[in-house]
């Protein structure tokens, strides 16, 4: 028998749209909170670190956030007003 091989169903794939720890992100409802570093990842639940708002979970099923790039969010700080 092939211990590699089971009877059980794959579980479906989880709604991180790619989410993962290390990630970079922004949330546009609440840009004020700055950069945001993702932490964790559990299904549509994502743990954020912000700059100015500390860690937040963040339900992406309901939010929409976003990944930047280190690049993107240095633009963004010297376009700001």
């Known amino acids: 028998m092939d211990s590699g091989s ?24 609440a840009l004020d909170w700055g950069l945001g570093q993702v932490q964790c990842v559990v299904g549509t639940r994502v743990t954020v670190n912000f700059e100015n708002a500390g860690k937040r979970l963040i339900n992406i099923a309901k939010a929409d956030l976003r990944r930047v790039t280190l690049e993107e969010s240095k633009q963004r700080e010297h376009s700001a007003p």
């Not at 009877?7 to 989410?19: D, I, Q, V």
């Open 6 to 29: 089971n009877n059980r169903a794959e579980p479906p794939p989880l709604m991180s749209n790619h989410f993962e720890p290390g990630t970079y992100v922004m949330l546009p409802g």
